[in-house]
């Protein structure tokens, strides 16, 4: 079955980078697009990037300039690095797929598990 794994988060001061990533199994990588989202505590999950399966990244407006995605087709892994990080940008950061079969996307989507990044 269709897995994604994100990984990369941690503990940075403001000012700070990490990159995640978020390696997928099973699943036909590059067909549909791919999105990362965040949540802190006690707030709704928010878009944080979107990719679109022809490669077209969008960012959320407090992230452009900060955070660049990416994704490398041959790894089947998408990439979010993310410099000038500030306390606001703490959160648990989620990697979400619309899901494919037969090469066909599908209108629901496919969701990690997220990795915890925190900046203070």
């Known amino acids: 079955h269709v897995q994604l794994v994100e990984s990369g988060g941690g503990s940075v001061q403001p000012g700070g980078s990490l990159t995640l990533s978020c390696v997928t199994s099973?699943?036909?990588?590059?067909?549909?697009?791919m999105e990362w989202y965040r949540q802190a505590p006690g707030k709704e999950r928010e878009l944080v990037s979107t990719?679109?399966?022809?490669?077209?990244?969008k960012y959320r407006g407090s992230v452009k300039g900060r955070f660049t995605a990416a994704r490398d087709i041959s790894r089947n892994t998408l990439y979010l690095q993310m410099n000038s990080l500030k306390t606001e940008d703490t959160a648990m950061y989620y990697c979400?797929?619309?899901?494919?079969?037969?090469?066909?996307?599908?209108?629901?989507?496919?969701w990690g598990r997220g990795t915890q990044v925190t900046v203070s």
């Open positions: 990719i679109t399966n022809d490669g077209v990244i």
């Open positions: 099973e699943y036909n990588f590059g067909t549909c697009g």
């Open positions: 979400a797929a619309q899901a494919e079969r037969s090469g066909l996307c599908l209108p629901y989507k496919l």
